[in-house]
């Protein structure tokens, strides 16, 4: 095991945030906690300038720093600072450590922040209830391993190397899952779309195939909620994961439901999809009578089709729907949309059929995508082991 030293002697931590006195039209690139994967933050950034950023974007950085996010939900969500053509500008919810020069490797202190040992420390000290962080001056003050500078290269060195190729091979796994998953959609298009011999089946819209096409509502105070097996279900798009929603997180009391109005209850068997948001496009079939909030599109009462079927021709247009969503920066899907918009209506015998056929196939599909998942898992355990035994000096790497 390292020497302990607290953490203010191997960096400083938050150095520079941007003042009230930053010009209004300071433009930069903002990073938030959800720009940041392991090790990496994305490309892919909202620009503003300082009169229109949002609250949190104050905390500067130089190349060579470590963000750290101080919240317990995201404090996997660690990764080196690099130079940028931008300036960027990165939220309240890191904390920036400034390695002393030639006192810490950055590398060595971002590997530190990866461990075990490190992450137990931060939770234990974290503080709330609802939103459980840690406060700069408590995280500066938590006991890390601290070897010599040049032990920190070494650790780094090898670290860099191992991690590389198990980062690799995970890599390699989201190529296959990406693959499998546009296999799926490509069977599911395939079968839904064209007749055996390749002509188009006729369309229908779907405002026509439906006695009740609607949503839901979020009660407002928490007495219309109870605890999940009493009441009744009350979906939302965190339930829609291409799957049979039987249970939910959150249930509605049966007052409720007589009470608020738009909570309406839809039978077994309704086609759910999500209509706005992060979760845009994501599906699901009620196993169980249940509410929803707003942000679900509920189908239910199917008329002429089955409604398997008709989840299933969801899911292979699901992208072409989403596409003709309008508002703002993100597509939005509403009502209006879905009615209009045409299906293919092959005779309802031959519905049942493709349905069973899909139903077996991407099983198969889903089965080999598990199996990638649990190998991924695997790969992400290991790495964290393998990091928590170097930096800890239970794995020598001399």
């Given at each position: 095991?390292?020497?302990?030293?607290?953490?203010?002697?191997?960096?400083?931590?938050?150095?520079?945030?941007?003042?009230?006195?930053?010009?209004?039209?300071?433009?930069?690139?903002?990073?938030?906690?959800?720009?940041?994967?392991?090790g990496s933050i994305s490309e892919d950034l909202e620009s503003y300038n300082f009169r229109d950023a949002p609250s949190r974007a104050r905390r500067l950085a130089c190349a060579g720093d470590v963000l750290v996010s101080t919240v317990r939900t995201?404090?996997?969500?660690?990764?080196?600072?690099?130079?940028?053509?931008?300036?960027?500008?990165?939220s309240t919810g890191f904390a920036v450590l400034h390695p002393h020069a030639g006192q810490?490797?950055?590398?060595?202190?971002?590997?530190?922040?990866?461990?075990?040992?490190?992450?137990?420390?931060?939770?234990?000290?974290?503080t709330g209830v609802s939103y459980p962080a840690i406060q700069g001056t408590l995280l500066h003050q938590i006991r890390v391993p601290y070897p010599p500078f040049g032990t920190q290269q070494a650790i780094a060195d090898y670290l860099d190397h191992e991690t590389g190729r198990i980062d690799t091979m995970i890599a390699k796994l989201d190529e296959l899952a990406e693959t499998l998953e546009d296999r799926r959609i490509q069977v599911v298009r395939g079968e839904t779309l064209l007749m055996p011999d390749g002509k188009s089946w006729p369309l229908a819209p779907i405002g026509y195939l439906f006695r009740s096409i609607g949503s839901g509502t979020t009660p407002r105070g928490e007495k219309h909620y109870t605890s999940a097996g009493k009441g009744v279900p009350w979906a939302t798009t965190s339930e829609l994961r291409e799957?049979?929603?039987?249970?939910?997180?959150?249930?509605?009391?049966?007052?409720?439901?007589?009470?608020?109005?738009?909570l309406t209850v839809h039978p077994t068997g309704s086609v759910l999809i999500a209509m706005y948001g992060a979760t845009i496009g994501r599906l699901g079939i009620l196993g169980v009578e249940a509410t929803t909030n707003q942000a679900c599109c509920v189908f239910s009462g199917p008329e002429k089709v089955d409604s398997k079927f008709f989840y299933y021709t969801l899911l292979g247009q699901r992208d072409d729907i989403?596409?003709?969503?309008?508002?703002?920066?993100?597509?939005?899907?509403n009502q209006g949309l879905l009615r209009r918009w045409k299906i293919p209506?092959?005779?309802?015998?031959e519905q049942r059929r493709i349905a069973d056929y899909l139903d077996e196939t991407t099983s198969q599909i889903d089965t080999m995508l598990a199996k990638v998942a649990e190998l991924k898992d695997l790969l992400t355990e290991r790495r964290a082991a393998l990091i928590t035994a170097v930096v800890t000096g239970r794995k020598?790497?001399?």
């Open positions: 095991m390292s020497e302990m030293a607290p953490l203010w002697a191997l960096c400083s931590i938050n150095d520079h945030v941007l003042s009230e006195s930053t010009p209004p039209d300071y433009v930069f690139d903002y990073v938030d906690i959800s720009s940041v994967s392991q995201y404090l996997r969500a660690i990764a080196q600072v690099q130079g940028a053509d931008v300036p960027r500008v990165y810490v490797d950055s590398r060595y202190l971002a590997y530190l922040f990866s461990t075990d040992v490190v992450v137990d420390e931060i939770v234990a000290t974290s799957n049979t929603i039987f249970s939910t997180s959150k249930n509605v009391t049966k007052e409720a439901v007589s009470q608020v109005s738009g989403i596409q003709e969503g309008q508002g703002g920066g993100q597509p939005n899907i209506l092959p005779p309802f015998e020598d790497v001399a």
